[in-house]
Every structure is written in structure tokens, then in C-alpha cells.
Nanobody
């Protein structure tokens, strides 16, 4: 049973930083794609950042230059470094992995106050 467990969410003032972690129960490079999605109340879930292959990354336009996705092979952990946070970044953030089928974490709340 593949498990993805997020941590690192919380309350932060605008302009601050948070780092989300996603601990994965399987070898991280066995996944064809990994990423972070978010969902704010009343909105659809959207891709924030994704990584595939050796190091192909993509970011939502709204987070480019502020967020960075990375992987740690030794810890089988996916990260999302979030800098210069804005109130519009407030959402539940989900870790995602694809290895034949899709896997999702349970989500972690990020709240940014103005």
C-alpha cells in the first residue's frame, strides 16, 4: 500500500516562508510523476508544482519564482519550498504521485494572513 504523508503546513504571515514535506512509502524515483496540488474553498484542485523524469519541473504561473519543488532520494521525500507567501496561497495542499495509478496524500492546510 503506497502512502503519501504531508507535513509542514500551518499559519504564516504574508511574505513568510514554509516548507511542505511529503514522505512516500515507496522508492521516490519509481514514480513517473510527483507534484503538489492545492485546493482553496470553492475552487477546483489545481497543480502548483510538478516534477517528472530526471528533473523536469513545471509550476503554476502564480507561484513561479516563489515556490520550488524538490526530491530527496535518500529520504523518499518530496518537498515544496514556499517563499514570499501571499494570502491567495491559502489552501489545502496535497501531495501527488503517479506510478501506474495515481496516489494522493491526505492534505495539509496552509493559511497565509495579510
Amino acid at each position: 500500500q503506497v502512502q503519501l504523508v504531508e507535513s509542514g503546513g500551518g499559519l504564516m504571515q504574508a511574505g513568510g516562508s514554509l516548507r511542505l514535506s511529503c514522505a512516500i512509502s515507496e522508492y521516490i524515483f519509481g514514480f513517473t510523476a510527483l507534484g503538489w496540488y492545492r485546493q482553496a474553498p470553492g475552487n477546483e484542485r489545481e497543480l502548483v508544482a510538478g516534477v517528472a523524469g530526471v528533473a523536469e519541473t513545471k509550476y503554476a504561473e502564480s507561484v513561479k519564482g516563489r515556490f520550488t519543488i524538490s526530491r530527496d532520494r535518500g529520504k523518499n521525500t518530496l518537498y515544496l519550498q514556499m517563499n514570499d507567501l501571499k494570502p491567495e496561497d491559502t489552501a489545502v495542499y496535497y501531495c501527488y504521485g503517479r506510478r501506474g495509478r495515481e496516489y494522493w496524500g491526505q492534505g495539509t492546510q496552509v493559511t497565509v494572513s495579510s
